[in-house]
């Protein structure tokens, strides 16, 4: 990976995609903050006048606001689909609780005498509330805008989940990647607009009375101002949709070897992976850049096209286990090595769409899997160890790490336990080299790129052959860390474009160069 | 002028309400409503603005029930002032007089010129004040605006609620000097709603003490002093009692039971002065009092004597 050497290389290379990120977000906090003023304004006077409703109306925003951002993201996309409409809407019911809220303790603030003196002298519901309420209850109001505008910043980094732009795509792509340069990048941007907003509409906030009534005529201009930079993108479109993650577009076995190597040229948007298969099921993307053995595929009746000038580099699958270990328990590599070649691509996404999408017990699946292919046999006494297995948080994992468990236990006088759910690659091979865990399956594609981090001339010149790959980490993690990779399993969970089935047989496009090519004349 | 004809109103809390009220306001005079806390008297006020609207009854400005104008259309015509006088704190001293001029669709340069005029007449000078706003200025100054603002749109009809309430005494006597002397109010119908004994007696052309959400005695103060119609007022008056009366009767009151012998040789009282007042002159200062031709002496006995029979006429016989 050629990572710019300082953050400020980084942006001054990536200075218009920042500019039209930051942008973006300006522009999704601010429609989402206009449209919460529309409505939540006037839903306070409302309830400022009807106390009945006082309650439910604050207590049903009050939820909408304790709902996880990405969860209240996530219920939008039945809904709206992805990109910026569900996105508006989410940041939309976050920023209204402050509105509202702010709006009725503002007008049920001002001085029951002056109101009293207000209609005493003859003013009319609609003149004591233009007059009088409002702009006395504006500095109030104001700080509840400021609040909603400050979260809205916040929460709208989220927004680059679910294909909506903004900084948080360069934040997740940086936290994916890890790449401090592109999460700075995206991250101090977004702090400096939510302090600058702030102390922006605290400026508004303090003016003296006088202004206080231009206030209320200039806020909205600038409120549509602002949210009018969401419309400045979208300038050029393909008839086929991307919806790649945040981590995939970074990375120059991604989208980076797909324009260069390729020379794909597709509208792309940043997506969450968590919803990026369902989003292609639905006809919201086209191309999608999934995991080859993630269950969905099989859910979703997506086809993987074949790279067929090989840019993502191989991930097949194997255990990897410190040495020590294997020293103290011969029995243990045979009894792993049993797995070995009996796990296709097809097979593995087979087992995960059962564990995935069937809502599948991990450990039925497995025993399931191992019955059927001789391998399992009932646990002996386990009375002579324990083996730690781990796992990271994604889906093979789980099973891997089952399988592995009931294979030492029918196969050795070793007990297992499992440690699924160990976070990311960084955390499982800490764990296993600080003496936490004793193996845990692992990619050798993951091995080489981000363990080892191989010098870039070294990954090009093995990156096309999986046996290469293989015997350079098995070399390098013995020799660096003491720890042993096992037979590979068989399958190659590697990065893949996806279609859908139906639409890629309808374009005859079965290879990223069939589509590149059609790209190329749509 | 004003005229509220068996009114009634009660509350679920239970205080403040009024039962079956009735009285008249003539035309340019000051009606007060005395009572303690909670006796019906801001009820009262309120009703007459329409800021509450009476369970029965009904109260008729000129011959027109009240019912058959828009609240705020009989509100502008009316001007209403507040115990905290509900300044506008977002608007300037001249903004805050021009609101009722300006709901009633008054062009600029007559609201403008209006405003000038009435805060001149209350002795703040515009260019000093007309563009500050109310919190710079000192209670009883704020207390002046507001009665600037009632009477900005020159209402026949004034009705003030505690006006002086909220002023530290020593403003409120100087504030109420100086609202006795006001040339605008002369022509004013006038209700004013006080606890304050001695301000009721001061202010009120006639006196209305409330208890308990009905009229114990409505009549002019020497009425009251001289003639309650219960104990409920005979109490209510006892603290205050000898200085309400000297403040009340006037020479011209007790003239008859004045010592006739003997001319003044000191300053001549004029017959309308109070015996308060006369008090206050003789400490030091001989004086005599004409009227109709007759002069009389004064001095400090002769006055005590005279009240004391003018006292006991009334008592016994009911008047004079």
């Known amino acids: 990976m050629d990572t710019p050497e300082t953050f400020i290389d980084f942006v001054r290379q990536q200075s218009g995609k920042l500019l039209e990120q930051t942008l973006t977000h300006t522009g999704l906090t601010f429609i989402s903050v206009l449209i919460a003023v529309c409505i939540g304004v006037p839903a306070g006077i409302l309830i400022s006048r009807r106390k009945k409703l006082a309650g439910p109306v604050l207590g049903i925003t009050g939820v909408l606001q304790t709902i996880p951002s990405i969860a209240l993201l996530g219920f939008m996309i039945p809904l709206l689909g992805i990109g910026p409409k569900p996105a508006i809407v989410a940041l939309f019911l976050y920023a209204l609780l402050p509105v509202v809220r702010n709006t009725y303790t503002g007008i049920l603030g001002v001085d029951p005498n002056i109101t009293e003196a207000a209609t005493g002298m003859g003013m009319n519901t609609r003149q004591l509330l233009l007059k009088v309420q409002l702009p006395l209850a504006m500095p109030v109001i104001l700080a509840g805008i400021r609040t909603a505008t400050v979260i809205n910043v916040g929460v709208a980094t989220l927004a680059a989940y679910i294909a909506a732009g903004g900084l948080g795509e360069f934040i997740f792509g940086g936290i994916a990647l890890n790449n401090t340069n592109m999460m700075l990048a995206g991250a101090i941007p977004a702090a400096l607009l939510a302090i600058l907003f702030d102390w922006a509409l605290s400026r508004l906030q303090r003016v003296n009375m006088r202004k206080a009534r231009k206030i209320a005529l200039v806020l909205p201009v600038i409120l549509v101002l602002l949210s009018s930079f969401y419309l400045l993108p979208e300038t050029y479109s393909s008839r086929l949709?991307?919806?790649?993650?945040?981590?995939?577009?970074?990375?120059?076995?991604?989208?980076?070897?797909?324009?260069?190597?390729?020379?794909?040229?597709?509208?792309?948007?940043?997506?969450?992976?968590?919803?990026?298969?369902?989003?292609?099921?639905?006809?919201?993307?086209?191309?999608?850049?999934?995991?080859?053995?993630?269950?969905?595929?099989?859910?979703?009746?997506?086809?993987?096209?074949?790279?067929?000038?090989?840019?993502?580099?191989?991930?097949?699958?194997?255990?990897?286990?410190?040495q020590a270990v294997l020293d103290k328990y011969p029995e243990l590599a045979p009894a792993l090595d049993q797995l070995s070649g009996t796990i296709n691509d097809s097979i593995m996404t087979e087992l995960n769409y059962r564990v995935d999408y069937l809502q599948q017990n991990p450990q039925q699946v497995a025993r399931d899997f191992l019955v059927s292919a001789g391998l399992w046999q009932p646990a002996r006494n386990g009375s002579k160890g324990n083996i730690r297995i781990g796992a990271k948080i994604f889906g093979d994992g789980y099973i891997l790490a089952n399988m592995y468990k009931m294979l030492i236990e029918g196969h050795t006088d070793l007990s297992a336990t499992t440690k699924t759910g160990l976070g990311g690659t960084k955390i499982v091979f800490d764990a296993l080299v600080n003496d936490q865990i004793d193996m845990y399956p692992e990619y050798t594609g993951t091995g080489l790129l981000v363990i080892l981090q191989a010098p870039q001339t070294t990954v090009d010149s093995i990156i096309g052959d999986n046996r290469k790959v293989y015997d350079y980490v098995k070399k390098g993690f013995a020799e660096k860390y003491q720890v042993q990779w096992l037979q590979p399993i068989g399958f190659n969970n590697t990065y893949a474009l996806m279609m859908r089935r139906e639409q890629a047989t309808r374009l005859h496009i079965s290879s990223i160069s069939d589509l590149a090519t059609y790209v190329h004349h749509h | 002028m004003i005229?509220?004809?068996?009114?009634?109103?009660?509350?679920?809390?239970?205080?403040?309400?009024?039962?079956?009220?009735?009285?008249?306001?003539?035309?340019?005079?000051?009606?007060?409503?005395?009572?303690?806390?909670?006796?019906?008297k801001t009820t009262t006020l309120r009703m007459i603005n329409r800021l509450l609207i009476p369970d029965t009854g009904d109260i008729f400005i000129g011959d027109k029930n009240i019912n058959t104008e828009t609240p705020e259309t009989l509100r502008r015509s009316m001007g209403y002032v507040l115990q905290n006088t509900g300044l506008f704190p977002h608007y300037t001293v001249l903004e805050n007089i021009a609101v009722v001029p300006q709901l009633l669709g008054w062009d600029k340069t007559r609201i403008h010129s209006r405003a000038l005029a009435i805060l001149e007449k209350l002795r703040l000078p515009p260019a000093t004040y007309g563009d500050v706003y109310p919190q710079q200025l000192s209670g009883g100054q704020q207390q002046r605006v507001g009665l600037a603002r009632a009477l900005a749109a020159d209402p026949p009809i004034l009705l003030m609620d505690e006006p002086f309430g909220a002023l530290d005494p020593l403003t409120r006597i100087s504030v109420r000097k100086e609202f006795k002397l006001l040339d605008e109010l002369n022509s004013k119908t006038i209700?004013?709603?006080?606890?304050?004994?001695?301000?009721?007696?001061?202010?009120?052309?006639?006196?209305?003490?409330?208890?308990?959400?009905?009229?114990?005695?409505?009549?002019?103060?020497?009425?009251?002093?001289?003639?309650?119609?219960?104990?409920?007022?005979?109490?209510?008056?006892?603290?205050?009692?000898?200085?309400?009366?000297?403040?009340?009767?006037?020479?011209?009151?007790?003239?008859?039971?004045?010592?006739s012998a003997g001319g003044s040789t000191g300053t001549a009282l004029p017959p309308d002065t109070s015996c308060w007042d006369t008090l206050e002159h003789l400490t030091g200062n001989k004086a005599g009092s004409i009227l109709d031709g007759q002069n009389k002496h004064l001095d400090g006995n002769i006055l005590i004597t005279a009240i004391n029979a003018y006292k006991k006429t009334v008592s016994q016989y009911g008047h004079a």
């Open chain 2, 3 to 40: 005229k509220v004809s068996h009114v009634s109103k009660s509350f679920s809390h239970g205080k403040n309400a009024v039962n079956d009220l009735s009285f008249e306001v003539q035309p340019g005079e000051t009606l007060v409503l005395l009572g303690t806390s909670g006796c019906g």
């Open chain 2, 191 to 259: 209700i004013l709603v006080t606890h304050d004994v001695e301000e009721a007696f001061e202010l009120g052309n006639r006196i209305c003490i409330m208890n308990e959400g009905r009229i114990q005695q409505l009549g002019s103060a020497t009425e009251l002093l001289f003639n309650p119609a219960n104990d409920f007022v005979r109490h209510f008056l006892d603290k205050q009692r000898l200085e309400l009366e000297l403040k009340s009767l006037r020479l011209r009151d007790i003239w008859p039971y004045l010592d």
């Open chain 1, 241 to 322: 949709k991307a919806g790649f993650t945040p981590e995939f577009m970074g990375r120059k076995d991604g989208a980076v070897g797909l324009r260069n190597v390729y020379g794909l040229q597709l509208r792309t948007l940043v997506i969450s992976d968590m919803i990026m298969y369902k989003a292609a099921y639905e006809k919201k993307l086209d191309v999608i850049s999934g995991s080859s053995t993630d269950g969905r595929v099989k859910a979703f009746d997506l086809i993987v096209l074949k790279d067929d000038k090989h840019i993502f580099p191989p991930y097949y699958a194997a255990p990897v286990v410190r």
